[in-house]
């Protein structure tokens, strides 16, 4: 197959340099390339007509998000769109080889109704968030792949169940994988390097805002289909909910009650340390990812709340940014 038998979708917003060159990669494969800004400040804009890329700017008047970024982006595509789309995040950079083997692999199953690789980070080590990041894309490859916002996907198939879902802040790409495998399609991860992704976090704060943000998605996810995301939910509530509690009520009326919650927080993050270090981590700095493991748990309740406090308020969610 060619690599020119499919278009490109790139969304961004404020990615300086390096949405320069995830254009230029994509340009080298794709038929045409339609760049998706919401709202950047930078010269993004500028940056990619020169590229040659066509350029949608989102209408600041309704709120964004990623998914209707790309949503506006395949749209813009009219109905002379290629067979195969390809969407990729404005800070993400295709491997040379990724598109021809994403392609080969549709031809090949004529079930796939989409197709992603693994994102590998360009300096996992450079801060223990941006290896924790790293750790996350090691998705299990097979056909009920977990969601990707970077794929490549067959376009009738992602228009005949109506694209993403634009109001979603987060996990919008999980939403479009399990809506696409009720329609009867599959939705495969392979264990190719896909594209190189700079998540960039040096931060505590940012990092902790990118875990209230997963938080909300697990709440959001679980209303959109009921068991979805259920153990994710299930740890924050317990570990950053209940334990807690238990721990203050014991300090009021039965002193050993505190001390078994802190017993458990203690195991817990034993068993978080041991699993870092075989993850290829040192012992000084599994003890700061593990640490983090379980501090997540707080974001991602956070998260949950206010997922529940926006849907009673019937407010439109707002992107949550952590870089």
């Known amino acids: 197959m060619s690599a020119v038998q499919f278009d490109a979708i790139v969304i961004g917003r404020n990615e300086g340099d390096r949405l320069v060159r995830a254009l230029a990669r994509a340009a080298s494969h794709a038929r045409r390339v339609v760049y998706v800004d919401s709202g950047s400040v930078d010269d993004s804009v500028a940056r990619a007509r020169a590229a040659g890329a066509q350029v949608v700017e989102l209408d600041p008047a309704r709120p964004f998000s990623a998914a209707r970024a790309r949503n506006e982006g395949f749209a813009a595509l009219g109905a002379d769109r290629a067979e195969f789309v390809h969407f990729i995040d404005g800070d993400c950079i295709l491997a040379p080889d990724w598109p021809a083997q994403a392609l080969a692999f549709l031809q090949a199953h004529s079930q796939a109704a989409l ?33 990707l916002g970077t794929f490549m996907g067959r376009s009738a198939a992602f228009a005949a169940v109506g694209g993403f879902r634009d109001g979603m802040i987060a996990a919008e790409d999980d939403d479009l994988f399990l809506r696409l495998r009720a329609a009867g399609w599959q939705t495969w991860c392979v264990a190719d390097p896909m594209s190189g992704h700079d998540v960039g976090l040096f931060s505590f704060n940012g990092w902790f805002r990118r875990m209230i943000r997963a938080g909300h998605s697990f709440s959001e996810l679980g209303v959109l289909h009921p068991g979805t995301a259920r153990a994710s939910r299930l740890r924050a509530v317990v570990w950053a909910g209940v334990l807690p509690v238990l721990a203050l ?10 001390a078994l919650v802190i017993a458990l927080y203690a195991l817990s993050l034993a068993r978080l340390w041991r699993r870092c270090i075989t993850q290829g981590l040192s012992p000084d700095r599994a003890v700061i990812a593990a640490a983090l493991l379980m501090i997540c748990k707080f974001a991602n309740l956070y998260g949950m709340v206010t997922y529940w406090v926006r849907r009673f308020r019937r407010s439109d969610a707002r992107i949550i940014e952590y870089k």
């Open 115 to 147: 197709v992603h690789g693994y994102h590998i980070e360009d300096a996992p080590d450079a801060s223990i968030y941006n290896w924790l990041t790293d750790q996350e894309w090691k998705m299990a490859p097979g056909p009920a792949a977990s969601g």
């Open 249 to 258: 009520l014991g300090l009021w009326v039965w002193l050993p009650l505190t």
